[in-house]
């Protein structure tokens, strides 16, 4: 049963890898129009945080679960940053952010992923991680202070760009209405599964 559940998981994860490199390649010619660059990365960093999720499942051993998690985290500590950006631009923001807009955006993911790759060191991300002994393919992962404060940043991120994206929508024609609101849709849900996974 945990086999297949875990197989079941993996081609999820797989698809919506799939999902996010094509979507990333479409985007990617047009990376010049405001927002197209950080969108395209956006998505290339969900990519990779859904293939190491794939991936994660069928390693055995705590060590290598924490391995593949701080592959993953090159994905997860930059996806809301690049929708920031994505937003900033898109809602007509100036063409870069001041330095300390920028560090004040970057300093704390930055900062997360040193903590991922010296977890040992210190478990300031990962207190632990257990692996699964149950009918359910995934690992329990008890997360400290750096987990938390990363999370609270990237949640502020999130909801800095969703107004900032609201507003937009309301500016636009109808003609970019459509596609700026399924842009907000699309990038929410997985935040919100992600808030009740948290």
């Not at 993996?10 to 996010?20: E, G, I």
């Not at 631009?89 to 991922?116: I, K």
């Not at 300031?124 to 404060?149: N, S």
Request: aromatic share 14%; net charge positive; with cysteine.
């Amino acid at each position: 049963m945990a086999v297949s559940l875990a197989m079941t998981f993996t081609f999820v994860y797989l698809f919506a890898a799939v999902v996010c490199l094509m979507a990333a390649a479409t985007i990617w010619p047009r990376r010049r129009a405001p927002g197209g660059m950080p969108l395209a990365l956006m998505l290339a960093a969900g990519a990779l945080w859904a293939i190491c999720d794939a991936i994660e499942l069928h390693l055995p051993s705590s060590e290598g679960k924490q391995f593949i998690s701080q592959i993953q985290y090159i994905g997860v500590i930059t996806a809301a940053p690049f929708f920031f950006h994505a937003a900033w631009e898109l809602a007509g923001g100036q063409a870069r952010l001041s330095a300390r807009q920028f560090a004040a955006v970057w300093t704390v993911p930055v900062l997360a992923l040193l903590a991922a790759w010296t977890n040992p060191l210190h478990r300031w991300l990962w207190v632990e991680i257990r692996v699964p002994t149950g009918p359910l393919p995934f690992a329990t992962y008890e997360y400290g202070w750096a987990f938390w404060v990363l999370t609270a940043q990237h949640y502020v991120l999130m909801v800095a760009a969703t107004v900032m994206l609201s507003k937009a929508i309301q500016r636009v024609g109808r003609h970019y209405r459509i596609g700026m609101a399924v842009v907000l849709v699309a990038v929410i849900l997985p935040w919100i599964g992600n808030a009740m996974y948290n």
